[in-house]
C-alpha cells in the first residue's frame, strides 16, 4: 500500500469517526414522548457536559496541547471535545442531589484520563457506563410512574398487616421529579427512548475511540511524510534513531509543518551527538581504571595504561 | 503522492462541512420542545359526533336516550329498540339481581352483551343502560350484607372496560363514559368488598384491586392511556390508588361526587 494510499485511509478513518460522533450525539438529544412525537433533550445538560470536559481540559492542560492546524485536524478536535461532551450530557442524570456527586467524579476520572493524553480510558468508560444504566434506571422508575429511585420494606414493620402501618412500611429513597429528569410534557415512551440513547451512547463511544486512533495515525503519518522528504538512506537512518512508536512522546504530532521539521532536526542532532558521546566514553581508556584490581598488581597495571598512547576509536573520524 | 491528496480535498471538505451539518443539527435537536399532552376527551371531535356524552350516563340520560337509536348498529337494532326502554320504565325500585332474571331483565342483560360488542356508539349505548340500571334498581347491600347486587353492576362495567378500556382511552366520545365507568366499578366493588362499615372481604377487594391494575398499567407495569386519562381528570384517585391503603376508597369518593344520585337506593 502507497504512503498516500495509507494517509488518505487514515483521513476517511477520521472522518467516519466524526460522523458516527456527530450521529451519536443527535440520537442522545432525542427523546420519545407519549404521543411517539421526537423531543429534545434540553440545553442544560449539555451545557453542564460543556463544563465537566471543560473542567477535565482545563484540569489537565499543564501538558502543552496540540493546536489544530488545518480543517481536518480542526474538525477531529471539535469532533472530539463535543463527542466528549455529548456522551457527558447523555450519562448525567439531571437533577437530584446525586448529579453533584456525578460531575465531581466525572470531572476527576476525565481529568486524569486526559492527563495520559486518552480521555476515554477503559476506567472512564466504565464509569460513563455505569452512570448511563442509573440514568436510564431513573428514566425506567420515572416512565412507570414511580418518582424515587427504589423503595425499601422496613424489616418487621412491612409484614404487619395493620393499614395504619402504610406511611412506615416502606422507605423511599433518591425521590425526584419528572422536570428535573427534562422529560416531556406528554410523558416519556421509555423503550423507544431507551433505544436512542444506547445507540447514541455506542456510536459517541465507538466514534471518539475511532478518532483518537484515526488522528494518531494520521499524525504519525504526517511524521512520516516529513522524513522520507530526506534522500532514502537518510530518512531510513532518521527512522532508527527516532522510532515511531516515540514520535507522541518526542512531541512530534501536533506540529506545524515547519516546527515538525526544526524538531526533527533538533531530535535527530541531540541524539546523535549523544550516541557519539557514549561511544566515545566507552572506548576512552579512562573507563579501564574501573577495572584496575588495585593493590601491587593495580599498581603496576595502572603504570602500563597509563604511559600507553590512547588507542583511536573507531568512529572517531579524522 | 500531493496530487493523489490534493485531489481528494474535494470530498475531504465535502464531507467536513457534512459533519459540521450534523453536529450543528444535535445541538440544535435539543431544543424540541414538546407538545403538552391532550386528552381525548379535549381532542376536538368529529361533525357528527355525539356532544357530551357523559350525558348519557348521568340522571338526564332519558332525554337524550333516544339520540341513540339511530346510532346503533343494525345487527343490535332490533334488540335495542325491543330492550333499552326497560330500566327507564322502572318502577317500584326491584333489586337488581332479582330483577335480572326476569324476561325483561334478561333481555336487557342479551343486549348489554351484544352492545358490548358492537361499535363505539354500541358501546356508549350499553353504559347508558347500566348506569340507569344502577339508578333504578335497589344494589345497597344492607344490614344482611347482600352483596349480588352490587357484584352484578360490577360485573356489566368489568365486561365493558375488559372489552374497552384501552380502545376507550383513546376516542374521544369513550374516553369520558370510561372513565366514569372506572369510578363507578370502584364505588360497586367497594360496596361488594365491604358491605359494612367494619370489615372486608379481602377476596373480592384483592379481585377489585387486581383488575384495576390490569386496565391501569400494562404487562411491564408501565401506565396506560387509560391511566393517564384518569390521572388528568381525577389526579386524587390516582393518589388514592397508588397510596396503598384502601385503594377503592378513592374511586368511591370520586364516583359520588360525579353521580351522587347512585347510592344504591332508587332516588
Known amino acids: ?318 | 503522492m500531493a496530487s493523489e491528496l490534493e485531489a481528494g480535498r474535494g470530498w475531504i471538505v465535502a464531507t467536513t462541512c457534512a459533519v459540521v451539518a450534523l453536529l450543528g443539527v444535535a445541538v440544535a435537536v435539543r431544543g424540541i420542545e414538546g407538545a403538552p399532552r391532550v386528552e381525548p376527551f379535549d381532542r376536538p371531535t368529529e361533525a357528527d359526533a355525539i356532544r357530551e356524552p357523559l350525558q348519557f350516563l348521568g340522571r338526564g340520560a332519558a332525554l337524550r336516550i333516544a339520540e341513540l337509536g339511530p346510532r346503533i348498529s343494525a345487527e343490535s337494532q332490533t334488540a335495542w329498540r325491543a330492550a333499552y326502554r326497560a330500566p327507564f320504565d322502572l318502577k317500584d325500585c326491584p333489586q337488581t339481581a332479582e330483577w335480572l332474571v326476569t324476561p325483561a331483565g334478561q333481555r336487557l342483560e342479551r343486549l348489554l352483551g351484544d352492545l358490548r360488542r358492537g361499535t363505539r356508539e354500541d358501546a356508549l349505548a350499553a353504559l347508558a343502560l347500566v348506569f340507569q340500571l344502577a339508578r333504578a334498581t335497589e344494589w345497597k347491600p344492607g344490614l344482611l350484607a347482600k352483596t349480588q347486587h352490587a357484584e352484578k353492576l360490577a360485573g356489566f362495567a368489568q365486561d365493558w372496560l375488559r372489552a374497552w378500556s384501552e380502545r376507550a382511552a383513546s376516542e374521544p366520545v369513550l374516553a369520558e363514559p370510561a372513565l366514569a365507568t372506572v369510578l363507578a366499578y370502584g364505588l360497586w366493588m367497594k360496596r361488594v368488598s365491604q358491605p359494612r362499615p367494619i370489615g372486608r372481604r379481602d377476596e373480592a377487594y384483592d379481585r377489585a384491586l387486581a383488575f384495576l391494575q390490569s386496565i391501569l398499567r400494562d404487562g411491564s407495569g408501565r401506565p396506560t392511556a387509560l391511566y393517564e386519562a384518569l390521572r388528568a381528570r381525577h389526579p386524587g384517585v390516582v393518589s388514592g390508588f397508588e397510596g396503598g391503603r384502601d385503594a377503592l376508597d378513592a374511586f368511591e369518593a370520586a364516583a359520588l361526587q360525579l353521580f351522587p344520585e347512585l347510592n344504591g337506593e332508587c332516588p
Open chain 1, 1 to 318: 500500500m502507497s504512503f498516500a494510499t495509507r494517509m488518505r485511509l487514515a483521513v476517511k478513518q477520521l472522518l467516519a469517526s466524526c460522523v458516527l460522533i456527530a450521529l451519536g450525539g443527535l440520537l442522545l438529544g432525542v427523546q420519545v414522548d407519549s404521543s411517539g412525537a421526537l423531543v429534545g433533550t434540553g440545553f442544560a445538560p449539555l451545557c453542564i457536559g460543556l463544563v465537566v470536559v471543560l473542567a477535565a481540559v482545563l484540569f489537565s492542560s499543564w501538558r502543552e496541547a496540540p493546536v489544530p492546524r488545518d480543517l481536518l485536524t480542526a474538525l477531529s478536535a471539535t469532533s472530539g471535545f463535543l463527542g466528549l461532551v455529548f456522551v457527558v450530557a447523555g450519562v448525567l442524570a439531571p437533577g437530584g442531589g446525586w448529579m453533584f456527586f456525578e460531575l465531581l467524579l466525572l470531572v476527576v476520572v476525565l481529568s486524569r484520563a486526559a492527563t495520559r493524553n486518552a480521555f476515554l480510558s477503559r476506567g472512564a468508560i466504565v464509569l460513563l457506563v455505569c452512570m448511563l444504566l442509573f440514568r436510564l434506571w431513573i428514566s425506567y422508575q420515572g416512565s412507570r410512574h414511580e418518582w424515587q429511585l427504589m423503595s425499601l420494606e422496613v424489616p418487621i414493620l412491612s409484614s404487619l398487616p395493620f393499614e395504619f402501618l402504610a406511611p412506615v412500611q416502606s422507605v423511599s429513597l433518591g425521590e425526584f421529579s419528572p422536570r428535573e429528569l427534562g422529560f416531556p410534557p406528554a410523558g416519556l415512551s421509555f423503550t423507544p427512548s431507551l433505544a436512542l440513547w444506547t445507540v447514541g451512547f455506542a456510536l459517541c463511544i465507538v466514534g471518539l475511540a475511532w478518532r483518537a486512533r484515526a488522528a494518531l495515525e494520521h499524525e504519525n503519518d504526517r511524521v512520516h511524510e516529513a522524513i522520507h522528504e530526506l534522500p532514502p538512506t537518510l530518512a531510513t537512518l532518521v527512522e532508527r534513531v527516532l522510532p515511531e512508536a516515540q514520535w507522541p512522546e518526542l512531541g512530534l504530532h501536533g506540529l506545524s509543518e515547519r516546527a515538525l521539521r526544526k524538531r526533527i532536526e533538533e531530535l535527530v542532532v541531540a541524539r546523535i551527538a549523544s550516541r557519539r558521546e557514549l561511544d566515545r566514553a566507552l572506548h576512552s581508556r579512562a573507563l579501564l581504571g574501573s577495572t584496575n584490581p588495585g593493590g601491587f598488581a593495580g599498581e603496576l597495571y595502572r603504570a602500563l595504561t597509563d604511559s600507553a598512547p590512547d588507542v583511536p576509536s573507531s568512529t572517531d573520524t579524522p
